[in-house]
T-cell receptor
């Protein structure tokens, strides 16, 4: 069965510091992996998607994620945090045969302080 | 290009009532999925519709149902509402196929009292 684990429900960084949000997946077949961001009272916005074309995926707003099959991980990073990055971030997995069904992690709330 | 539109944005219902939520996908998108988001359970998949057919379903009771129209617009219905149904209901639209990018609406906040 597919599942997603996000380590750390809350992460706090200083403005300008590295952002690292962790995601591990469990899948018996090669997965499709996504990162979404949710701002208060909003829906989810796609940051990036892994589809096996490249292990390092670049997304919007300066975010990127690296797929590591040996570690079953897909961690999200950004070199320099901005105040506007404060939001909740969700890792999600899709799988072959699942059509467009996504299984989401529990989410990580990112706080950015001056 | 207009995004995914969900109506209404907010809804208050009484236990035992039923409710219908609406979702208009992005033009050209034929797949519509529904998710329930709660603080306790997080984001959970309800069902997906494609070309007016349900092709995937999550683990929710039969009180939760949906449908899709020929113009790809979708509705979900919850009958005999329970307090635990209070949640943000999100609709996502995608192109046809599998594991394509899902574009989410702003959601409908349902409160059951």
């Amino acid at each position: 069965a597919q599942s997603v684990t996000q380590l750390g429900s809350h992460v706090s960084v200083s403005e300008g510091a590295l952002v690292l949000l962790r995601c591990n997946y469990s899948s018996s077949v090669p997965p499709y992996l996504f990162w979404y961001v949710q701002y208060p009272n909003q829906g989810l916005q796609l940051l990036l998607k892994y589809t096996s074309a490249a292990t390092l995926v670049k997304g919007i707003n300066g975010f990127e994620a690296e797929f590591k099959k040996s570690e079953t991980s897909f961690h999200l990073t950004k070199p320099s945090a901005h105040m506007s990055d404060a939001a909740e971030y969700f890792c999600a997995v899709g799988f072959s045969g699942g059509y467009n069904k996504l299984i989401f992690g529990a989410g990580t709330r990112l706080a950015v302080h001056p | 290009k207009a995004g995914v539109t969900q109506t209404p944005r907010y809804l208050i219902k009484t236990r035992g009532q039923q409710v219908t939520l609406s979702c208009s996908p992005i033009s050209g998108h034929r797949s519509v999925s529904w998710y329930q988001q709660t603080p306790g359970q997080g984001l959970q998949f309800l069902f997906e519709y494609f070309s007016e057919t349900q092709r995937n379903k999550g683990n929710f009771p039969g009180r939760f149902s949906g449908r899709q129209f020929s113009n790809s617009r979708s509705e979900m219905n919850v009958s005999t509402l329970e307090l635990g149904d209070s949640a943000l209901y999100l609709c996502a639209s995608s192109l046809s196929g599998q594991n394509t990018e899902a574009f989410f609406g702003q959601g409908t906040r349902l409160t059951v009292v």
